[in-house]
């Protein structure tokens, strides 16, 4: 299955099969006429894939250097860059070089920082290992880092040259790291795709879900594609992706990166957030009901206990949706369908996160 991301400078191919990892040289070479490739991925990742990917890649002729980091959000922190930069310096990594990502969103967003920023850019492929950055952040040019303060804050739209989905890599994903990504999946029924949504409530189980991962996470990407083609730095309807990630993001942040993946966190916002405009007469009433038993289905988590809405309030306030001192939310107005909510914080001060 291939998708091309059509836009006027950085088109690019979405190849989506089962064991292309072990054919990505053969791949990466009809876009990258270059010699030199440099690997970033984490420990974890490198396990399992590493050597694979090399010798499909020194296969096809490709030189290739690894960097190998600790897995984790925290490893996407902009303390992690001198590292890097460093090493891709000491590697005598030049312009006419390349960088793959390969890993999961931490792996994606980070590899596709340093390459939008070292010698001011130089070429990158994703190859995402993990459901969440198959479905949704392998896709779209945005990468970026964290501060202290916020999650992303220092990024960038920049597009890969080619986007390689292995599906049979999550066989190695925990079930916690799958559902993760799934949460994402979701994400896409409730905003864009309601066929998709009651699909996923009538599979049996894991196994059931992952005889069709193919075409879900093709689906996922092509709603993705749609959007990034009409709206490719993120000041539309590109917003819509983002439902369920005001709030996560901040839970996120509150717990430090420990408690919640970044699915779980999104999975909570989405809750939370239905919950939001059931009460403000915005959304349809029961479709937090709906969002619930979607989540309690895959055991992805949907609150957070022994937390108060003022504790994310200044995160929220730092959220890249935030424009001209309005806060733009995305509400569904009921499940496949979505829409963007100009308002302020104040929206959020008597959302109580303790209601059942």
């Known amino acids: ?38 690997v970033i991925t984490d420990e974890n990742v490198f396990k399992y894939y590493g050597e694979s990917l090399k010798k499909s890649l020194e296969h096809s002729s490709f030189s290739v250097e690894n960097i190998v980091l600790e897995p984790g959000e925290k490893t996407k922190g902009f303390s992690s860059l001198l590292g890097i930069y460093n090493k891709l310096s000491d590697l005598s990594i030049t312009r006419s070089d390349l960088i793959i990502a390969l890993g999961g969103g931490v792996i994606g967003d980070l590899a596709g920082f340093v390459a939008s920023t070292y010698l001011r850019g130089i070429e990158f492929v994703q190859i995402p290992t993990s459901l969440l950055a198959q479905v949704d952040s392998s896709v779209g040019g945005k990468v970026a880092v964290d501060l202290e303060s916020g999650k992303n804050l ?15 890599v999550l066989n190695t ?35 059931e879900l992952l ?31 983002n439902f369920g990630h005001t709030l996560g993001h901040a839970i996120e942040k509150y717990f430090d990166f420990d408690v919640y993946t970044h699915g779980e966190a999104v999975a909570i916002g989405m809750y939370y957030i239905c919950k939001l405009g059931e009460n403000k007469g915005l959304t349809k009433v029961g479709t937090s009901k709906m969002i619930k038993d979607i989540l309690v289905k895959y055991n992805i988590p949907w609150k957070v206990d022994n937390l108060k809405i003022g504790d994310l309030l200044s995160t929220i306030n730092r ?36 209601e059942r």
């Open 1 to 38: 299955m291939n998708l091309t991301v059509n836009l006027t400078n950085n088109s690019y191919e979405i190849v989506i099969e089962k064991g292309i990892l072990a054919k990505a040289g053969e791949q990466i070479s009809k876009v990258f006429k270059g010699r030199k490739i440099v």
């Open 154 to 168: 220092v990024g960038n739209f920049y597009h890969p040259l080619q986007v390689l989905i292995d599906p049979t």
């Open 173 to 207: 994903l925990s079930d916690k790291f799958f559902y993760d990504g799934l949460a994402e999946v979701i994400k896409y029924g409730a905003i864009r795709d309601e066929n998709l949504f009651s699909e996923l409530l009538e599979f049996k189980d894991k196994a």
């Open 211 to 241: 005889e069709h991962i193919e075409e879900i996470i093709y689906r996922c990407v092509d709603i993705k594609r749609d959007f990034v083609e009409r709206d490719e730095k993120d000041k539309g309807d590109r917003m819509l992706l």
């Open 319 to 354: 959220d890249k949706k935030n424009l001209n001192g309005s806060l733009n939310i995305i509400l569904l107005d009921v499940i496949g369908k979505s829409k963007i909510h100009k308002t302020t914080l104040n929206i959020f001060e008597d959302l109580d996160l303790e």
